[in-house]
């Protein structure tokens, strides 16, 4: 609202039926007097910090003396957008604006998106310095594992060494192995404690729920091993020509939301950070954002509030929310890795599990695709 002494100010010097409400309306017989008091008013409102000034020509208007008033009170302290709607009638006064430039516009609409626009390129400009958090991590084992994954000639890196890679840079990884027989599927089991999930470890198997390759929440001995012998089995006749590792035998997680995390290196831009809601979700709703690394903190949790489901993330309808922060944390992570190691060339973690604040996040599934492998 304009500030009560100037609307006063205002409403002294306009006929009885003027609004000095915002927006002041200086009413259809203004002339270029009424609309340069106005506009003089409000430019001294320490309320105010632009104005657009629109005029709808009536048989009483001059467009082209209303111009010259507003130029002249336009001082440039605070920004002033024209917008004379009129065809033919305003043309001399829209030529009066651009000489002076003033930006001016066919329509309110696109005014006023202009001034939007100026106010998120302020606050983008005056915005806090970027700090971009540097976690310690294990480099070392990272190395390691990319060696290794090098000589095998495969770029396609499962879900086995993917985590790996990802618990040396302090990733949440539950106990698991993989396991080469149902008996070793057992002992694993037993040793990381159960429920477990079981998965199939194939380089040629990139969707394993999509052929039965993953079983979950088995709580028993004769579960597990029956488990693996059919997993191994049907796989096999489903995908004969596929290399068949084992299974990854490992501890279930507890329930949470499951959120997708990825990168995509863009030969241009570099790496390209992904966040939306995982497992199924991701290639439904396909509700996802995406943000250049290096990020802040700040910048992750902007990538998170740009989604639809933000608002199911928070808490919505009773339900507790998850802790934002910990995601914003995990996307933090995956740039410092993606910088660090240039040769990732693409990566997802999903389902990422994510609880109510205070639980620890959870890598359920991950797999990575390195560049330069031969």
Not at 295 to 300: I, K, M, V, Y
Request: net charge neutral; proline share 7%; hydrophobic share 45%.
């Amino acid at each position: 609202p304009i500030t009560p002494e100037i609307a006063e100010n205002i409403k002294a010097q306009l006929p009885a039926a003027a609004s000095v409400a915002n927006p002041i309306d200086v009413l259809g017989d203004a002339d270029s007097a009424r609309y340069a008091m106005a506009l003089q008013a409000v430019m001294g409102d320490p309320k105010v910090h632009g104005i657009v000034v629109i005029l709808t020509p009536q048989a009483m208007s001059d467009p082209d003396a209303t111009a010259q008033a507003i130029i002249k009170e336009a001082n440039g302290t605070k920004p002033v957008l024209a917008c004379f709607m009129g065809g033919s009638k305003v043309v001399s006064a829209r030529q009066k604006f651009v000489s002076a430039n003033i930006p001016e516009y066919p329509s309110p609409e696109r005014a006023v998106t202009a001034l939007r626009d100026m106010v998120e390129y302020a606050a983008w400009l005056n915005r806090p310095p970027r700090i971009v958090t540097r976690f310690p991590v294990n480099r070392h084992r990272v190395e390691r594992v990319l060696a290794r994954q090098m000589r095998t000639g495969r770029p396609e890196m499962g879900e086995v060494e993917a985590k790996e890679i990802l618990h040396a840079y302090d990733f949440n990884v539950l106990p698991g192995q993989l396991a080469r027989s149902a008996e070793e599927a057992v002992i694993i089991a037993e040793r990381v404690g159960y429920p477990v999930a079981m998965k199939i470890v194939s380089p040629d198997i990139l969707h394993k729920s999509d052929m039965g390759g993953v079983k979950l929440n088995l709580s028993k001995r004769s579960e597990v091993q029956d488990a693996f012998d059919l997993m191994m089995l049907r796989i096999g006749r489903a995908a004969p020509d596929a290399q068949l590792r084992g299974v990854y035998v490992e501890q279930m997680s507890k329930p949470g939301r499951e959120v997708i995390l990825g990168m995509h290196r863009d030969p241009q831009f570099g790496p390209m950070l992904m966040f939306g809601l995982g497992g199924i979700f991701v290639e439904v709703m396909k509700d996802v954002s995406f943000y250049l690394a290096p990020l802040t903190h700040q910048e992750a949790l902007q990538m998170l509030e740009s989604t639809r489901s933000y608002a199911l993330l928070r808490g919505a309808r009773g339900q507790a929310g998850v802790d934002l922060d910990s995601i914003a944390g995990a996307l933090q992570r995956i740039s410092q890795l993606v910088t660090d190691f240039p040769q990732i060339e693409e990566m997802d973690i999903n389902p990422f599990i994510v609880g109510e604040v205070g639980t620890a996040p959870v890598v359920a599934d991950a797999r990575m695709i390195l560049s330069g492998v031969k």
